[in-house]
Nanobody, 123 residues
Framework: QVQLVESGGGLVQAGGSLRLSCAASGSIISIDNMGWYRQGPGKQRDLVAAISSTGRPNYADSVKGRFTISRDNDKNTVALQMNSLNPEDTAVYYC?????????????????WGQGTQVTVSS
């Protein structure tokens, strides 16, 4: 079984910064894409940033130039550095990873999600 554990959310004033981290653990064989989604109040869950296994990033237009995604393949972690935060960034942020894991019958490739971490930006 695979688990994603996030950390780093909190309350920050507009213009401030936060860093989110996510660690994957369990019977991991390999990890493909990793990333972060967010869901604001009354909104759908949207992609914020993703990063391929080779380190190629992809960002939502709303965060380009402000957020930076990175990963450490040796530690199975992904991080999101968020700068110049504004109230519109307020949401629950979810870590995501597509993971191939060992099972009793061989292996399984599946999408995995963290429990979510709240980010609140005050004006």
């Amino acid at each position: 079984q695979v688990q994603l554990v996030e950390s780093g959310g909190g309350l920050v004033q507009a213009g401030g910064s936060l860093r989110l981290s996510c660690a994957a653990s369990g019977s991991i064989i390999s990890i493909d894409n990793m990333g972060w989604y967010r869901q604001g109040p009354g909104k759908q869950r949207d992609l914020v940033a993703a990063i391929s296994s080779t380190g190629r990033p992809n960002y939502a237009d709303s965060v380009k130039g402000r957020f930076t995604i990175s990963r450490d393949n040796d530690k199975n972690t992904v991080a999101l550095q968020m700068n110049s935060l504004n109230p519109e960034d307020t949401a629950v942020y979810y870590c995501y990873a597509r993971i191939r894991s060992r099972t009793s019958f061989g292996s399984l490739t599946d999408n995995n999600w963290g429990q979510g971490t709240q980010v609140t930006v005050s004006s």
